[in-house]
C-alpha cells in the first residue's frame, strides 16, 4: 500500500513507524494503542480473544504522499498466563472514504455493552459514546439506504424519532454528516 520494503523496515524498526505515521496523527495512534493494551489486560483471560481493535491515520507513502489507514486488529492466541501471544493486524487503504482530517478509534466486544468509540483526537472510552441497539438498527437502515419515512415505518416509531437518533449518533460518534457516520460505521464494524 505505501511502497516501503520490509528491509526498510527492519533497518530502521520502531523508528520507522514513528516517521511514516502524520506528525498530527502519531499521539492519538500512540494513545488508540495504549488504551487498547489496557483495555485488554482488564478484561478476563476467557474474554480477551473475543475483542477487536481498530483506527485509522494518515501514513505517508514512499512517495512522500499521505493515504488514510483503517489498522484493525484481532487477537488470535493467548500464553498460559493470559497475556496476548499473536495479534492479527490487518492495513486498509480508506482513503477514498476517509477525506477528513477526524481520526476515529473502535474497540469492539462480545456484547453491545462492551463496545466503545472515539472519533477525536483525545481517546476515551467513556461508555457514554457507545450507540444503543435503536441508533444501531437506525444506522443499519440509513446505511442500506432507507429515508427517515421508511426507516419510521419498519421500526414503527415516529419520524421525529429517527432523526433524533440521527442527530444523537453524529454526536457520540463526533461526525459531521450522515454519509461520513455511514462509512465509519461500515469500515469499523459497527454495522
Known amino acids: 500500500i505505501i511502497g516501503y520494503t520490509h528491509e526498510y523496515l527492519i533497518k530502521r524498526g520502531v523508528e520507522f513507524l514513528h516517521d511514516f505515521i502524520h506528525k498530527d496523527d502519531v499521539k492519538f495512534v500512540y494513545q488508540c494503542l495504549r488504551k487498547s ?58 482513503s477514498h472514504w476517509h477525506k477528513d482530517e477526524h481520526a476515529s478509534f473502535t474497540i469492539l466486544g462480545p456484547e453491545e455493552a462492551q463496545n466503545f468509540y472515539c472519533a477525536c483526537q483525545e481517546v476515551s472510552l467513556d461508555n457514554s459514546e457507545k450507540l444503543s441497539k435503536r441508533q444501531r438498527q437506525v444506522l443499519q437502515l ?25 442527530r444523537n449518533m453524529l454526536d457520540k460518534l463526533n461526525m459531521h454528516n450522515t454519509n461520513h457516520m455511514i ?6 464494524g459497527l454495522i
Open 37 to 94: 493494551w489496557e483495555f485488554i489486560s482488564t478484561r478476563a483471560t476467557s474474554s480477551k480473544k473475543a475483542y477487536s481493535s481498530s483506527f485509522d491515520c494518515r501514513i505517508k507513502t514512499l512517495t512522500g504522499d499521505y493515504l488514510r489507514i483503517l489498522h484493525q486488529n484481532k487477537i488470535l492466541n493467548l500464553d498460559r498466563r493470559g497475556n496476548v501471544l499473536y495479534v492479527l493486524g490487518i492495513c486498509t487503504d480508506i
Open 142 to 166: 440509513l446505511a442500506e439506504g432507507h429515508s427517515s419515512r421508511e426507516i419510521s415505518k419498519k421500526l414503527n416509531i415516529s419520524e421525529n424519532t429517527v432523526k433524533v437518533h440521527r
Open 183 to 188: 462509512k465509519f460505521a461500515v469500515s469499523h
